[in-house]
C-alpha cells in the first residue's frame, strides 16, 4: 500500500533561517508526491507537486521541494523561513489503486521572530 | 482557478438537528470530491469518496447513514450529518478533482467548516 511518513510533529525555525519539512514515501511505481499547507481554521491550501522531471520542484510562497528517489524522500525546504509561514504542512502522494490522496500525520512549523 | 467553495463556515446546532454542509467548485467540473474530517492536532481523515451521479463510497468505520453525502452536479456535493450529536463536533473539509486534470491527481480544497454540536 502507498504512504508517506512525516517523521516531525513540530519544526521550530527562527525568522530568516532555511526550513526543512521531513517526508518519506513508500510506493509501488513512480509516485505523484504533494505537499499542502494549512492555516489555523482553513482548508488545505497547495504548495508544490512532483509527478516526472527535475528533481527540484519549486512551488508557491518561496517554497521548493526535492525529490530523492533513492531515499524516498520529498523534503519541503525554504531558503528563509517567515514568521507567516508558521503554520501545518502535509505530505501526500497519490494512490493510483484508490485514486486517492495519502496524506501523511503533519508537521507544524513554527517560525519564531 | 481552481477555487472550491465550501459553506457554511461555521455552524452551531443542537443535539438531534441536521445539518447540510456544501462544497463547490467554482470554475471547475469535479469528476470526485473526498470529504475529510479533522480533529484537533490531528490529521486528516477520509470520510467518503463522491463521485458525480452515484452513490458514495464510504471508508471503513464511517456511518453511512449519519453522514449522508449527495453529488448531484459536477459541481457541487453536500454532506449531511443527520441527527448530530456533540461527538460529531469536528472540522470538515471537502476536496475536488478536476475532470480536466484528473491524471494529474492533484486535489482542491476548501476552507472546512466547524461543525459544534450542543
Known amino acids: 500500500a502507498q504512504s508517506v511518513a512525516q517523521p516531525e510533529d513540530q519544526v521550530n525555525v527562527a525568522e530568516g533561517n532555511p526550513l526543512t519539512v521531513k517526508c518519506t514515501y513508500s510506493?509501488?511505481?513512480?509516485?505523484?508526491l504533494f505537499w499542502y499547507v494549512q492555516y489555523p481554521n482553513r482548508g488545505l491550501q497547495f504548495l508544490l507537486k512532483?509527478?516526472?522531471?527535475?528533481?527540484l520542484v519549486k512551488g508557491s510562497y518561496g517554497f521548493e521541494a526535492e525529490f530523492n528517489k533513492s531515499q524516498t524522500s520529498f523534503h519541503l525546504k525554504k531558503p528563509s523561513a517567515l514568521v507567516s509561514d508558521s503554520a501545518l504542512y502535509f505530505c501526500a502522494v497519490r494512490d493510483f489503486g484508490t485514486d486517492k490522496l495519502i496524506f501523511g500525520t503533519g508537521t507544524r512549523l513554527q517560525v519564531f521572530p | 482557478g481552481a477555487v472550491v467553495s465550501q459553506h457554511p463556515s461555521w455552524v452551531i446546532c443542537k443535539s438531534g438537528t441536521s445539518v447540510k454542509i456544501e462544497c463547490r467548485s467554482l470554475?471547475?467540473?469535479?469528476?470526485?470530491m473526498f470529504w475529510y474530517r479533522q480533529f484537533p492536532k490531528q490529521s486528516l481523515m477520509l470520510m467518503a469518496t463522491s463521485n458525480e451521479g452515484s452513490k458514495a463510497t464510504y471508508e471503513q468505520g464511517v456511518e453511512k447513514d449519519k453522514f449522508l453525502i449527495n453529488h448531484a452536479s459536477l459541481t457541487l456535493s453536500t454532506l449531511t450529518v443527520t441527527s448530530a450529536h456533540p461527538e460529531d463536533s469536528s472540522f470538515y473539509i471537502c476536496s475536488a478533482r478536476d475532470r480536466e486534470r484528473a491524471s494529474l491527481g492533484e486535489l482542491f480544497f476548501g476552507e472546512g467548516s466547524r461543525l459544534t454540536v450542543l
Open positions: 510506493v509501488s511505481g513512480n509516485p505523484y
Open positions: 512532483y509527478i516526472t522531471g527535475d528533481n
Open positions: 470554475d471547475f467540473q469535479a469528476t470526485t
